[in-house]
């Protein structure tokens, strides 16, 4: 009797002085190939059960990888169109509150003009109410002594009235020469400054969106050739 065993094939042969049968279903078969069958069976399905498990494992993992990847892209996605909105908003009520700040600061540049043009106004009325009651109260009491002294002191009083309004007008003039300068210098400094912030802002904003864009495209691109790869190896 021979027996030959191999994983794909197994072939027993018995022999005899009268026949000689090559065969699975032969009647004629020895105990010893039985059992030498058997073992070779048992350790060929153990294989066949082993590799079916590795090839199950290694799908779960990669469909877990590509879950985990999906999700990550579905984050950073989220994380981007929340900065752009953040942005956005920021962008907006910075426009609002500078637009704000010039009308205030128009108003209040306005108001201060009315206001002095006002007190101008005010205190020439004043003034030449004060100068016509000095000048009949002189007239009226000097005229009956002398006229020429009375012409001499209205055209002195007047003269001195009308020196003090100039100097009172060009010191209001100056004053709000003055406020209108520091008022634009204000306005100039806060525009600058605040588009110096939004300016800023968004660069920091696109380099940061950029560097992001550019790193999850890596990282897709690195995982794509990773499936690919244990597609086609497996």
Known sequence: MSCSVTRSKVKVTVTSKRKSLTSF????????????????????????????????????????????????????????????????????????????VVVVVTVVVVVVEVVVVVVVVVVVVVVVVVVVV???????????????????VVVV???????????????????VVVVEVVVVVAVVVVVVVVLVVVVVVVVVVVVVVVVVVVVVVVVVEVLVVIVVVVVVVW
Do not use: D, F, M
């Open 25 to 100: 279903r032969s009647r004629a078969w020895h105990p010893l190939c039985g059992a030498l069958v058997i073992v070779i069976l048992i350790s060929s399905s153990i294989s066949s059960v082993v590799a079916v498990v590795v090839i199950v494992v290694v799908k779960e993992v990669v469909v877990v990888a590509v879950v985990v990847i999906v999700e990550v892209v579905r984050v950073i996605v989220v994380v981007v169109v929340v900065v752009a909105v953040v942005v956005v908003v920021v962008v907006v009520v910075v426009v609002v509150v500078v637009v704000v």
């Open 134 to 152: 000095v000048v009949v109260v002189v007239v009226v009491v000097v005229v009956v002594v002398v006229v020429v002294v009375v012409v001499v």
């Open 157 to 175: 009083v007047v003269v001195v009235v009308v020196e003090v309004v100039e100097v009172v007008v060009v010191a209001v003039v100056i004053v």
